[in-house]
Each structure stands twice: as C-alpha cells, then as structure tokens.
Nanobody, 126 residues
C-alpha cells in the first residue's frame, strides 16, 4: 500500500490542524493506520493509531488534544490536532499495518508498521 500525507503547515500555539493520509494500492479497511512524528534531533515517536474495528490508541503527548479517525470509503486516515503547542513541531508520518479484524495487540512501535508515507511538516510557533 502507498501512503500520501498532507495537511501540514505553519500554525500558532493554540491553533488546530487536521492532517490527512490517503492510501492507494491496497485494501485500506484491512490495515491498522497510525501517525508518528519526528521532531528535529529526536527519535520518531508514536502519536495515534486506529484499528480496523475503530479501536483508538493515543500517545501521551497528544492525549486529550488530538483525535484520529478513518474513512474507509475514502481510504483516508485523519489526525485532528487541537490546542497546538510549539513542541508539536515535527514531521508527521502516517503508517499502515495489515491485520485481522479482531486484532487486539498494541502497535505503537515503528517496527510494527511495514508501510510509511513521506511525511508532512507541522511547525507551531509560540
């Protein structure tokens, strides 16, 4: 599956931003979809994931401020980020992992995901 992320840009602290990731070349509904981010000089970190059955995982850094959703008809996963902070500045990557519908394991590591998009830059100014 190929992934194309978009929606990044320049925002001010307190603003909201919605990222989108469109998939092609695979059966989108069969994948766990996730967002990771990598800030300058830091390791890539887990942001959020949404499973085939709608189960959502959120990273500690965005818990309470962000939501992840998916539209299987549009083959798109969204990351809605609210109350943005300067520390949210990073390149945001979407990722996909093929799973069964009843999957219950937690997938929050980079190595869990086989497919990656190219990333979209989010810059938050104070």
């Amino acid at each position: 599956v190929q992934l194309q992320a978009s929606g990044g840009g320049l925002a001010q602290a307190g603003d909201s931003l919605r990222l989108a990731c469109v998939a092609s070349g695979g059966t989108f509904s069969r994948y766990v979809m996730a967002w990771f981010r990598q800030a300058p000089g830091k390791e890539r970190e887990f942001v959020a994931a949404i499973y085939r059955n709608g189960r959502v995982l959120l990273g500690d850094s965005v818990e309470g401020r962000s939501t992840i959703s998916r539209d299987n008809d549009k083959k798109t996963v969204y990351l809605q980020m609210n109350s943005l902070k300067p520390e949210d500045t990073a390149v945001y990557y979407c990722a996909a992992k093929h799973t069964i519908l009843s999957e219950s394991r937690v997938f929050t590591l980079q190595d869990d995901y086989a497919y990656w998009g190219q990333g979209t830059l989010v810059t938050v100014s104070s």
